[in-house]
């Protein structure tokens, strides 16, 4: 039903900070737990934060804590993940997903709905 599509990535230095966005469309996104995932060149998909459909429980893994942020804003549809003191190792393609029911089961890899991604490269 719902539709996602990322975008806001970009080539950066080490340092340096990006915000990505995940506009949503169809479906009840205001009730949707949304999360970020990143999968980087041979490597399996990995959590990277989660927020509730009330927006005030959030989650991260731990290699981003601290640095990235992510927020929603219901009335626009779109979930942001802002990405300060960017590292190399947060190189990857960042993936925006949806769950119908619950921003928890994000946080293990389940998702109703995923976008196609957005490529984020830090140089070192």
């Known amino acids: 039903q719902a539709q996602l599509e990322e975008s806001g990535g970009g080539l950066v230095q080490t340092g340096d900070s990006l915000r990505l966005s995940c506009a949503a469309s169809?479906?009840?996104?205001?009730?949707?737990?949304m999360g970020w995932f990143r999968q980087a060149p041979g490597k399996e998909r990995e959590f990277v934060a989660a927020?509730?459909?009330?927006?005030?429980?959030?989650h991260y893994r731990d290699s981003v804590k601290g640095r990235f942020t992510i927020s929603r804003d219901n009335a626009k549809r779109t979930v942001y993940l802002q990405m300060n003191m960017l590292k190399p190792e947060d190189t990857a393609i960042y993936f925006c997903?949806?769950?119908?029911?619950?921003?928890?089961?994000?946080?293990?890899?389940?998702?109703?709905?995923w976008g196609q991604g957005t490529q984020v490269t830090v140089s070192s």
């Open positions: 997903a949806a769950n119908r029911n619950s921003d928890i089961r994000l946080l293990r890899g389940i998702a109703d709905y």
């Open positions: 169809g479906g009840a996104f205001s009730t949707y737990g």
């Open positions: 927020i509730g459909w009330r927006g005030s429980n959030t």
